[in-house]
Nanobody, 121 residues
Framework: QAQLLESGGGLVQAGGSLRLSCAAS????????MGWFRQAPGKEREFVAK???????TFYVDSVKGRFTISRDTRTTVALQMNSLKPEDTAVYYC???????????????WGQGTQVIVSS
């Protein structure tokens, strides 16, 4: 069964940094877009960033541009470097694969179980 496993969440002060990692269990993911979503308490899950299967193309939600960087360390691992963190970045972050969108509505075919990020003010 194809799986995505996240790591790297935690508690950090505003202005600090965290690096999230996601490892895929199967080489099936080596030809899929991968990326990150997040869900804050009481809010819907939202798209954060994605990277193409070859690592050449990235896309970010406006609220994280210039602060977050997505990278594809190997064909089956993806990382999210988060700098200048803000309290509003507090959420459960989900690794995802086979990401698509219809206008501003984003979805994915594969999901990890999530890792908690808490940014204190």
């Amino acid at each position: 069964q194809a799986q995505l496993l996240e790591s790297g969440g935690g508690l950090v002060q505003a202005g600090g940094s965290l690096r999230l990692s996601c490892a895929a269990s199967s080489r099936t993911f080596s030809v899929l877009d991968m990326g990150w979503f997040r869900q804050a308490p009481g809010k819907e899950r939202e798209f954060v960033a994605k990277i193409s299967w070859d690592g050449d193309t990235t896309f970010y939600v406006d609220s994280v541009k210039g602060r977050f960087t997505i990278s594809r360390d190997t064909r089956t691992t993806v990382a999210l470097q988060m700098n200048s963190l803000k309290p509003e970045d507090t959420a459960v972050y989900y690794c995802a694969a086979r990401i698509s969108n219809s206008g501003s509505s984003w979805s994915a075919s594969y999901w990890g179980q999530g890792t908690q990020v808490i940014v204190s003010s």
